[in-house]
């Protein structure tokens, strides 16, 4: 604990804005008045921005990268590790969060890291409607994916969302072993509230397993708060039929909007 009021991880999420509303100007409250949580809060942002510093973009893209496909590389050579390949969601500190989110387009401006600039198929994007955006890496290209589109055990997905006005959202995936995987957010107690940009990365990246048949992800939208847990179990219901999981909508109350990308898994 940082304070007993506030966690080390709180704090993080903090200065990244990724604490509700409430608790964001909590936190605001009582480093105004508490010079320690004030001290402690200098501290962390003047750590994070002094690794960004030491680690500019433009050098850290390509070493993400070839960890990535090393650690993959050497997986591989093990038939048994092949077999027990799992679904990871592969998260990263806050204060390196830059880095992870460098393996997909946040830094991906002409001029840096010119092997991994384009992202294909991203200018087919309309902002203006609420939706989930996955892009897979393909050795050193990222592509945006389709509704339909074929997917398999290894690849590594970052998802994101576009709000588009819409102020609460929940998203998770269902598998072709019916396993229900949340995404965001990152636990069933946690907030639904969006954050606002344009686009919006979340924070871990996705390695699909060999789940077989398809993998479909949901966007869950309100103007109010959601109750995850309910969303989920719905999921879960829907899940126990795999045919209902490919295309079935959820029963959720009409003010709720649902949004879905169904990928195909190579056989």
């Not at 604990?1 to 009582?30: D, Q």
């Not at 989930?132 to 589109?149: A, C, P």
Request: net charge neutral.
């Amino acid at each position: 604990m940082t304070n007993k009021r506030i966690c080390t991880w709180e704090l993080e999420r903090y200065l990244l804005g990724e604490l509700p509303p409430s608790r964001m100007a909590e936190i605001t409250k009582l480093a105004h008045e508490d010079p320690d949580i004030k001290k402690e809060v200098d501290q962390l942002s003047q750590a994070n921005a002094e690794i960004l510093r030491r680690n500019p973009s433009e050098t850290m893209l390509p070493e993400i990268l070839r960890k990535y496909d090393e650690n993959r590389r050497q997986e591989q050579i093990s038939e048994k590790a092949r077999l027990i390949t799992k679904k990871r969601l592969i998260y990263t500190t806050p204060v390196l969060v830059s880095a992870i989110i460098l393996l997909f387009i946040v830094f991906m401006k002409e001029g840096v890291a010119p092997d991994y600039t384009r992202v294909k198929g991203e200018e087919s994007l309309d902002f203006r409607k609420t939706q989930i955006v996955i892009y897979k890496k393909n050795n050193s290209e990222i592509s945006l994916l389709h509704n339909g589109d074929q997917v398999k055990a290894g690849d590594l997905l970052q998802l994101a969302y576009v709000p588009a006005g819409k102020t609460y959202g929940v998203i998770f995936s269902i598998d072709g072993n019916g396993v229900v995987t949340l995404h965001h957010p990152e636990r069933k107690s946690g907030s639904s509230i969006l954050k606002q940009e344009k686009k919006n990365l979340l924070l871990s990246a996705y390695e699909l397993d060999n789940a077989p048949d398809f993998e479909r992800f949901f966007f869950i939208t309100a103007m109010e708060e959601i109750e995850v847990q309910r969303v989920i179990k719905k999921a879960e219901e829907l899940a126990l039929s795999l045919a209902s999981a490919r295309t079935t909508r959820l029963e959720l109350p009409e003010s709720y909007s649902q949004f879905s990308i169904l990928l195909q898994k190579e056989k």
